[in-house]
């Protein structure tokens, strides 16, 4: 079974410093990989992706994310956080073969960017 | 280019009403996802779409979710009866491609906050 695991609840970084939102994720055969932010009180927007190719995926906003495989991981990074990235980090994965678009979402990490 | 539009944005109900939610998705976008997200939680999928065939609707709690999406567009999700556990926000998405989900973003709306009584 798929399956995505954020283990931080909550990040706090300051403000110019750089950020890391980890991820780990678990699927049969090769993943794709997201990276969603919510807002609050908003739908979630999508940052970046990871289907095959390079394992620095560039996306929105200065994020990205490398993708590691013998470590099962996909850990979101900015090299300067800014106040305004403060949010909720969903990552997520599908199964190359999956059921046909079902993604599955960690559980969520909270980014406090403190000025 | 408008995106995904629901509605209401939030509901009050007391438990054992029902209630609805509606979802316009992007123009052009064939797959429609319905996803709940309980507070402090990643969503789960409800139930996904592709052009008006319910492809994927393990996740539906048939007993009293129902969802439809007729002519392929629009979606409604109704609960009936509503019952306390159901206090959730209901996202819907679209995307443009059949497997959305595995190539391709999900584009998902504001939400629909529901708190049951």
């Known amino acids: 079974a798929q399956s995505v695991a954020q283990p931080e609840d909550q990040v706090n970084v300051a403000e110019g410093n750089p950020l890391t939102v980890k991820c780990t994720y678990s699927?049969?055969?090769?993943?794709?990989l997201f990276w969603y932010v919510q807002y609050p009180n908003r739908g979630l927007q999508f940052l970046l992706k990871?289907?095959?190719?390079?394992?620095l995926v560039k996306g929105s906003y200065g994020f990205e994310a490398e993708f590691n495989k013998s470590q099962t991981s996909f850990h979101l990074k900015k090299p300067s956080a800014l106040v305004s990235d403060s949010a909720l980090y969903f990552c997520a994965v599908s199964a190359l073969y999956n059921q046909g678009g079902k993604l599955i979402f960690g559980q969520g990490t909270e980014l406090s960017v403190k000025p | 280019e408008a995106g995904v539009v629901q509605s209401p944005r939030y509901k009050i109900i007391e438990k054992k009403q029902p209630v609805a939610f509606w979802c316009n998705p992007i123009?052009?976008?064939?797959?429609l996802y319905w996803y709940l997200q309980n507070l402090g939680q990643g969503p789960e999928l409800l139930i996904r779409y592709e052009n008006e065939e319910a492809v994927d609707d393990s996740q539906l709690p048939k007993d009293r979710f129902s969802a439809e999406r007729l002519k392929g567009v629009d979606s409604t999700l109704k609960i009936q009866p509503a019952e306390l556990g159901d206090s959730a926000v209901y996202l819907c998405?679209?995307?443009?491609?059949?497997?959305?989900?595995?190539?391709?973003?999900?584009?998902f709306g504001e939400g629909s906050r529901l708190t049951v009584l």
């Open positions: 123009s052009g976008h064939n797959t």
């Open positions: 699927v049969s055969g090769n993943p794709y």
């Open positions: 998405a679209s995307s443009s491609l059949p497997q959305g989900g595995s190539t391709g973003e999900l584009f």
């Open positions: 990871y289907i095959t190719g390079d394992n």
